[in-house]
């Protein structure tokens, strides 16, 4: 399995991954949207950073919300309140994950209800 914040992935490889062109990515970065790493000219992309970019489309083009609303919008709360992610699809999520907002208690009492 690949470790999720390992820079692995060229930006030829991540574009082919989520379906887009390269020059995409670019505009993303230049937008400040994402940081991938940078070694000289090559920029490598992470799982987590897949990820995100991901979560990105789904706000612009399916809630149809602008980068510029993005940017303002990522200012004042997280992600997974703009595009109302299903807790499900949260749990997958490192971001979600990784400011740990799923109290253990939480999952705890969801694996006892489906017990």
């Not at 930006?11 to 230049?30: F, K």
């Not at 200012?75 to 979600?96: G, L, M, S």
């Amino acid at each position: 399995m690949i470790d999720e914040k390992k820079a692995v992935f060229s930006i030829g490889i991540a574009a082919q991954m989520l379906g887009v062109h390269p020059r995409t990515l670019r505009i993303y970065e230049e937008e400040g949207l994402i940081a991938p790493l940078r070694k000289k000219r090559w920029r490598y992309y992470t799982m987590n950073d897949i990820q995100w970019i991901e979560c990105l489309r789904e706000m612009i083009h399916v809630h149809g919300v602008s980068i510029a609303a993005v940017k303002k919008l990522l200012q004042y709360t997280p992600c997974w309140n703009i595009t109302d992610c299903p807790f499900e699809k949260r749990k997958q999520c490192t971001a979600f994950m990784a400011n740990a907002l799923i109290p253990k208690r939480i999952e705890r009492q969801k694996i006892k209800k489906a017990a």
